[in-house]
């Protein structure tokens, strides 16, 4: 008799295959940035140096693809005890809005949030997916905060994400913030928010989006804590 396949991995894979085609859209857009600056910069000793570090950066995510991609018939998540504030920081110091020649302004802030249990790779892929987009649509600055908050019997771990960008439409709040291929950027392929979303609920939590046009917007990744952790007293 034929053994059946788990449901949950079809769901897994369905999720890898959202990042990774975001992953390689943005390598594609960064080095497509890269070629547009280099006749008029490549005589900067500045700008070589940023060009190796991004060709390295690069590079290096690209055999992370092919090592992700290689495996993908037994894709399941890794998960194991994290640091939170941790993961944010090492997103924070590799992560550089596409599409624009300087990165706005950051605040930061961590809260003392107890370990949470995840997969490393999926985890660092939603945050940075946040992380990005609110570089790229901020006018000025971007806020990012962990913080602690009680929900019921439980406590949640947030990744808290705010820019001072454009803001979303209500309409498309409503029908397609979540929908994969939907974007309000010219450029934008519109899976970052959708991947980051799957990721989470694979973690037993959710995104939140409040947008206000004209004013911005702010992303909550929402992780709930072990129910042993998350007790108080």
Same mark, same amino acid.
């Given at each position: 008799m034929a053994t059946r396949t788990p449901a949950r991995r079809p769901r897994v894979r369905s999720t890898q295959d959202s990042v990774l085609v975001h992953d390689i859209r $943005?390598?594609? =857009? #960064? =080095? %497509? =940035?890269?070629l547009s600056n280099m006749e008029e910069h490549y005589g900067d000793p500045d700008f070589k140096r940023s060009a190796e570090d991004l060709l390295q950066s690069t590079i290096q995510k690209l055999d992370g693809i092919a090592r992700s991609w290689s495996s993908r018939g037994n894709a399941v998540l890794i998960k194991v005890p994290l640091d939170l504030n941790d993961l944010v920081r090492e997103v924070l110091r590799t992560c550089e809005p596409r599409g624009r020649a300087s990165a706005p302004g950051m605040t930061l %802030? &961590?809260?003392e949030v107890p370990g949470i249990w995840g997969d490393s790779y999926y985890l660092r892929e939603a945050i940075q997916s946040v992380?990005? $987009?609110?570089?790229?649509a901020a006018a000025s600055s971007v806020s990012v905060r962990t913080i602690l908050e009680r929900r019921g019997a439980r406590n949640i771990a947030v990744v808290e994400v705010e820019d001072n960008g454009p803001g979303m439409p209500e309409a498309f709040m409503r029908r397609d913030l &979540? #929908?994969?291929f939907r974007t309000t950027k010219p450029e934008g392929v519109g899976l970052g928010l959708y991947a980051a979303r799957r990721i989470l609920r694979h973690h037993h939590g959710d995104v939140e989006v409040t947008s206000t046009e004209g004013e911005g917007t702010r992303v909550r990744l929402l992780l709930p804590l072990p129910a042993a952790r998350g007790r108080k007293g």
């Amino acid at each position: 008799m034929a053994t059946r396949t788990p449901a949950r991995r079809p769901r897994v894979r369905s999720t890898q295959d959202s990042v990774l085609v975001h992953d390689i859209r $943005n390598l594609g =857009l #960064r =080095l %497509s =940035l890269l070629l547009s600056n280099m006749e008029e910069h490549y005589g900067d000793p500045d700008f070589k140096r940023s060009a190796e570090d991004l060709l390295q950066s690069t590079i290096q995510k690209l055999d992370g693809i092919a090592r992700s991609w290689s495996s993908r018939g037994n894709a399941v998540l890794i998960k194991v005890p994290l640091d939170l504030n941790d993961l944010v920081r090492e997103v924070l110091r590799t992560c550089e809005p596409r599409g624009r020649a300087s990165a706005p302004g950051m605040t930061l %802030s &961590f809260a003392e949030v107890p370990g949470i249990w995840g997969d490393s790779y999926y985890l660092r892929e939603a945050i940075q997916s946040v992380v990005q $987009n609110a570089q790229e649509a901020a006018a000025s600055s971007v806020s990012v905060r962990t913080i602690l908050e009680r929900r019921g019997a439980r406590n949640i771990a947030v990744v808290e994400v705010e820019d001072n960008g454009p803001g979303m439409p209500e309409a498309f709040m409503r029908r397609d913030l &979540f #929908r994969p291929f939907r974007t309000t950027k010219p450029e934008g392929v519109g899976l970052g928010l959708y991947a980051a979303r799957r990721i989470l609920r694979h973690h037993h939590g959710d995104v939140e989006v409040t947008s206000t046009e004209g004013e911005g917007t702010r992303v909550r990744l929402l992780l709930p804590l072990p129910a042993a952790r998350g007790r108080k007293g």
